[in-house]
């Protein structure tokens, strides 16, 4: 290969692999991660065919680490911690304890050495953002409670493995130091928190004034091109910088160049522009990470490879379900988390390739760690689809089930048990009054149950959120802990009582549980559901829903009335296309009420 075209050789090799493998992977329904994994392993020197340069693919996949911690701090955001830290902080820890012990017990019970053990104890403690968010959106419950849990943990262990970074050259062998000279492992440490301390001051606290003023300046001259060179300039400056002249890892440079960034007015153009750069990149390090891969070190090692997949697959899940269950949180919450964190991706990849350039893991190790991401990446999906199966097979089991909601229930019943004494006390004047049990309480039916007060209705909400549902109580209004699929969970609302009931979640088969549990309780209930896409209106119906408000079909009447208003069309034209196309869709007549709402507004200069 001439040295002229190498570089072009490698990255066209890289992307055209990565990009057929991933579409096999993906027609599969397994994540893409898998292929670009595959696509590494095949241009690596256990395969026939090209070799790639791997020094020259760890430089371009060096760029994609960057851009992945750059995103990272771009879309973290403390508030999201701190909504759910009563459980993500001590769930996450007690999770990575266990892993990190059992998995380094069992790389130095197999003679690998205790800095291996070290490593790949973390490394299969920390599950991957990206196989997590997208298990989560593939299957509409990345904003349910428990997906933001799953979220909240996950944020946990992004900031443990950035610390880990951090720290892991104060573990490295006495050789590697200059001159030969020891360090104590404390000094070490002590000195890693300093520069650590002072980058994040710099870039945090300096960083606050010097990119918000530069991005809005860029943004100032509405040129795309500049505006996305500048994103990439300050990621690559920030996080070579602090390799430089810190000396600490360029992935925590970019973290926090990308915290700063995503603090800022122009933060989500920012995200736009930098998602793609980042996934391209990223792919070029999941490639580079493959071509470490050798099947041979699992025929050599089958029972530490096993061990590793089984903490992984097994012992770690089956933790975080008990944290979350003896947190008194919903069995199914604690099934998805746990699952959710069933599997090991580029966090661990990350800590694998700086220990071993520091000399601090093994080749068999590191081949393991490749192995196990493989094969947890590829099995996750799958163990998604299993949750409503054991949820059933559980519920089949009357003493384990309800050994397993004990926790849960004695969390809430006492509020529940002071909800449903509220409502025989005012049972009267609750009867008189139009009642609607409202099934979730995220930005859907917050806004819902604020509406329903000001013309008369009184909402009763049921949410999974045991602090929400205190909040609501605190306000003087009616809420209900616990899973809404339960007679006993509806009784306590009121079901046979309501005249109406609102299922505002977004899950699919949430919805259908409840819709089905309530009508057999009260038949008479008037059931209004949302629906995400125009294909489940006929299931719904079939349910017997009374009426839904779909959100393709609402957003494309919304956009085209907007459009249509702007350029002045005629009101009366407008109002009978949105009647004929509501008709089409079956939308009801919510969004005519709303538009003859808004039109009655406008001629009186209502805005």
Not at 8 to 14: H, K
Not at 331 to 351: D, H, N, P, Y
Not at 469 to 493: H, Q
Request: hydrophobic share 55%; aromatic share 6%; charged share 15%.
């Amino acid at each position: 290969m001439h040295n002229d075209f190498a570089l072009l050789l490698n990255l066209a090799a890289s992307l055209v692999l990565a990009l057929i493998f991933g579409l096999i992977t993906e027609k599969l329904r397994l994540s893409p991660i898998v292929g670009y994994l595959l696509a590494g392993f095949m241009l690596g020197p256990q395969t026939p065919g090209m070799v790639a340069d791997p020094k020259m693919a760890a430089e371009l996949a060096e760029i994609g680490v960057v851009l992945l911690m750059f995103g990272v701090g771009l879309h973290f955001h403390l508030r999201e911690l701190l909504s759910v830290r009563r459980i993500a902080i001590p769930g996450a820890c007690g999770q990575i304890l266990v892993a990190t012990l059992l998995g380094a017990w069992l790389m130095i019970a197999s003679g690998l050495g205790w800095r291996s053990g070290m490593v790949v104890g973390i490394a299969i403690s920390v599950a991957s953002t990206v196989v997590l968010i997208r298990m989560l959106m593939d299957n509409d419950i990345i904003h349910s409670p428990q997906g933001h849990i799953a979220v909240g943990w996950l944020i946990v262990e992004d900031i443990f493995t950035v610390l880990v970074l951090v720290a892991l050259p104060a573990f490295a062998p006495a050789e590697l130091v200059p001159d030969g000279e020891a360090v104590s492992l404390w000094y070490s440490l002590l000195l890693a928190v300093v520069k650590v301390s002072a980058l994040a001051l710099v870039v945090v606290g300096g960083g606050r004034f010097v990119i918000p003023w530069l991005l809005g300046l860029v943004a100032s001259t509405r040129s795309r091109e500049l505006f996305t060179l500048s994103i990439l300039a300050i990621a690559l400056a920030v996080a070579t910088g602090s390799a430089f002249i810190f000396g600490v890892s360029m992935a925590l440079g970019a973290f926090l160049a990308g915290m700063v960034v995503g603090q800022t007015e122009v933060s989500h153009q920012a995200a736009a522009d930098a998602l793609p750069m980042r996934d391209a990149f990223a792919v070029l390090f999941f490639v580079s990470v493959g071509m470490l891969f050798d099947p041979f070190v699992m025929i050599e090692h089958p029972v530490l490879f096993l061990g590793l997949l089984s903490i992984i697959l097994i012992i770690k899940p089956l933790t975080a379900f008990l944290i979350v269950w003896f947190l008194r949180y919903s069995v199914r919450t604690a099934i998805t988390v746990a699952i959710a964190l069933a599997q090991i991706g580029e966090f661990s990849f990350l800590l694998a390739e700086e220990a071993n350039r520091l000399e601090l893991l093994s080749h068999e190790g590191h081949t393991l760690l490749v192995a196990c991401a493989l094969l947890s990446i590829t099995i996750n999906p799958l163990l998604f689809r299993c949750i409503a199966p054991l949820e059933a097979w559980l519920q089949k089991r009357p003493q384990l089930w309800q050994a397993l909601l004990r926790r849960s229930e004695e969390k809430g019943s006492a509020h529940n048990q002071s909800v449903r004494s509220r409502l025989e006390n005012s049972e009267a004047v609750v009867l008189q009054s139009k009642t609607a049990v409202i099934i979730g309480y995220g930005p859907v039916g917050r806004t819902a149950s604020s509406i329903l007060k000001k013309f008369g209705v009184q909402p009763i909400v049921i949410d999974l959120n045991l602090d929400t549902v205190r909040e609501i109580s605190d306000s003087g209004d009616l809420a209900v802990y616990g899973d809404a699929t339960r007679r006993d969970i509806l009784e306590a609302a009121g079901i046979l009582q309501a005249r109406y009931l609102l299922v505002t979640i977004p899950e699919m088969l949430v919805r259908t549980a409840v819709i089905l549990t309530a009508t057999d309780m009260n038949p008479e209930v008037r059931v209004f559901a949302r629906a995400r896409y125009l294909q489940e209106k006929a299931w719904l119906e079939e349910l017997g829903t009374k009426g839904m408000v779909t959100e393709e079909g609402e957003t494309a009447i919304g956009l085209a009335v907007l459009l249509l208003r702007e350029l002045k069309a005629d009101e009366g034209l407008l109002q009978e296309e949105i009647r004929r196309v509501q008709k089409e869709f079956s939308l009801g007549s919510h969004g005519a009420e709303l538009a003859s709402q808004e039109n009655g507004a406008s001629k009186k200069g209502t805005v």
